[in-house]
């Protein structure tokens, strides 16, 4: 970095935006896209339910432990080598997804994107950060946040088109061309930073952490198919987690300026209260992205293209709000953003709690509106203040830690929703069916017609299909509202965050 120096010339900083960019939307998208396309995806590589998971979270996972190693390697080997190298690696490693014959080659490929992909969403944002001054802050992060939250938000619009008028194995095949232009762009636009800040690899640290996430998203995993804490394995996978994330803290706080996580990151009050807040918001987002696309399909029988088509007004609730952000940025108090954003996600999670089997396409598109209009008010503003007060040395790590708490709350959210989602579905139909026995009138015709009869195999089958469809309608219901007591819950931590006072010094230097 050239310290002191101004800004870049506009058209180089504009070049240098696009670039990265496109790499961060290509690993955003890539969180969701293949959501839509899980059904097609399990009957081609004979997987089961439960089995399928893997390849949302597997991906999810390898980027939560890879992320962490951000700050140290670019700071190790410069920014550009980093992010030219993750490029390659996750193009790659989309074209292998692609061609996945079996679950096990698909995982083992979703891994690798996800190891290769850690970088580029905290990297991008330490970079727009850097080229731009103080001042223009807060319109970097609203066109950094358009892509961290329009590319999960369109990604199953997308799946859903490119499953349906090619396969599956396009959702990952697009990634290349992306790919292509943004190693191009990289390579041209910025320049290699000088190595100036070395630091000790902290390999204690960064072998707890990514032990204990490792862990604690195995036995969220796979507890529901072994009975939880009735199965060895999951004490075991417990176990673990927990000694790992407590060697993990006791080292950090013994180990001085060796931590794996830089002391001035956890002197700062807004980044510690903005990490909390950004666990809580990537619940939201991605735990409903993963969710909604198996319940129109499944239960409302929709097509993959609607389905797609019915969830992408999240993103455009999201691109209205990034805009309604960059301008007002700065001249209101950046915590009443986030309150309103906060106020209109929970309010979409409470419309999304009056679903029904009978509803039409109107209750979808206007909940994902204000959704995604609540997730845009939150997302800049809070990466904006996160970061408003953390000294300029260790931002990237900084990034880093941010993007980290978001893959851990999208990780460990979409396996709670689909936990409770299975534990509810059964605990309801049982109730459901207890009043249905024979010696119930209102069991029998004229109340009960055809196709459903308790006296014919085939009619006991319609009926129990038809009680399991109601079953997993009020579970999904009982999630939605989780994730609203989340959001609310949520509030009181704006109370934490300061107003940053305003910079003094030379703009921000170029990305070299």
Not at 122 to 134: C, D, F, G, M, Y
Not at 152 to 164: K, Q
Not at 465 to 491: C, G, H, N, P, W
Request: charged residues 10%; neutral net charge; contains cysteine.
């Amino acid at each position: 970095m050239r310290g002191g120096a101004g800004p870049p010339p506009v058209a180089n900083r504009l070049a240098i935006t696009v670039s990265i960019m496109l790499a961060t939307i290509m690993q955003a998208v890539d969180t969701t896209i293949a959501n839509v396309a899980l059904p097609h995806i399990q009957g081609s590589l004979s997987a089961t339910q439960d089995q399928i998971s893997w390849v949302l979270t597997s991906y999810i996972v390898a980027a939560a432990i890879m992320t962490p190693l951000t700050g140290w390697l670019a700071g190790h080997f410069g920014i550009k080598r980093v992010f030219l190298i993750s490029v390659v690696g996750f193009t790659i490693a989309s074209a292998l997804c692609g061609i996945a014959t079996t679950l096990g080659e698909m995982v083992a490929y979703r891994l690798l994107q996800g190891v290769c992909g850690a970088a580029l969403v905290p990297l991008s944002q330490a970079v727009l950060l850097r080229i731009n001054p103080p001042e223009r802050h807060g319109q970097a992060m609203a066109v950094w946040g358009t892509g961290i939250m329009v590319g999960p938000i369109a990604g199953p619009a997308l799946g859903g088109w490119l499953t349906d008028s090619y396969n599956w194995r396009w959702v990952f095949y697009i990634n290349l061309p992306v790919g292509i232009l943004a190693f191009i762009g990289i390579l041209v636009f910025i320049h290699e930073t000088r190595q100036t800040h070395r630091e000790r690899f902290d390999f204690v640290g960064f072998a707890a952490l990514s032990i204990a996430i490792g862990a604690l998203q195995m036995l969220l995993d796979r507890g529901e198919l072994l009975d939880w804490f009735g199965s060895t394995e999951i004490w075991i996978e417990a176990t673990i987690a927990g000694l790992s994330f407590y060697l993990f803290v006791v080292h950090t706080i013994t180990a001085g300026e060796r931590s794996f996580l830089n002391r001035d990151l956890m002197r700062d009050a807004n980044l510690m209260a903005g990490l909390v807040l950004m666990f809580c918001v990537a619940i939201i987002l991605f735990a409903t992205l993963a969710l909604l696309p198996p319940m129109l399909q499944g239960l409302m029988n929709y097509p993959v293209v609607t389905t797609g088509l019915v969830t992408a007004p999240r993103g455009i609730g999201t691109m209205i709000a990034m805009f309604a952000v960059g301008r007002v940025i700065g001249k209101i108090d950046t915590r009443l953003i986030l309150a309103a954003g906060l106020a209109l996600t929970a309010f979409s999670l409470y419309q999304m709690t009056g679903f029904s089997l009978a509803m039409g396409t109107g209750p979808i598109i206007t909940s994902g509106l204000v959704q995604g209009l609540g997730l845009g008010f939150v997302f800049v503003p809070l990466s904006t203040i996160s970061f408003a007060t953390l000294p300029r040395a260790v931002l990237t790590q900084g990034t880093a830690i941010f993007s980290l708490m978001r893959n851990i709350g999208s990780s460990i959210g979409i396996s709670i929703v689909e936990v409770l989602l299975a534990e509810n579905t059964q605990t309801v139909h049982s109730r459901l069916v207890e009043t249905l026995r024979p010696d119930n009138p209102l069991a029998q015709a004229p109340f009960l017609g055809a196709p459903y009869s308790l006296s014919t195999p085939g009619g006991i089958a319609a009926l129990n299909a038809e009680v399991t469809r109601q079953a997993q309608m009020v579970a999904y219901l009982d999630d939605f509202k989780l994730m609203m007591i989340i959001v609310v819950l949520s509030v009181p931590l704006l109370l934490l965050l300061k107003k940053p006072r305003p910079r003094a010094g030379p703009a921000a230097a170029a990305a070299e």
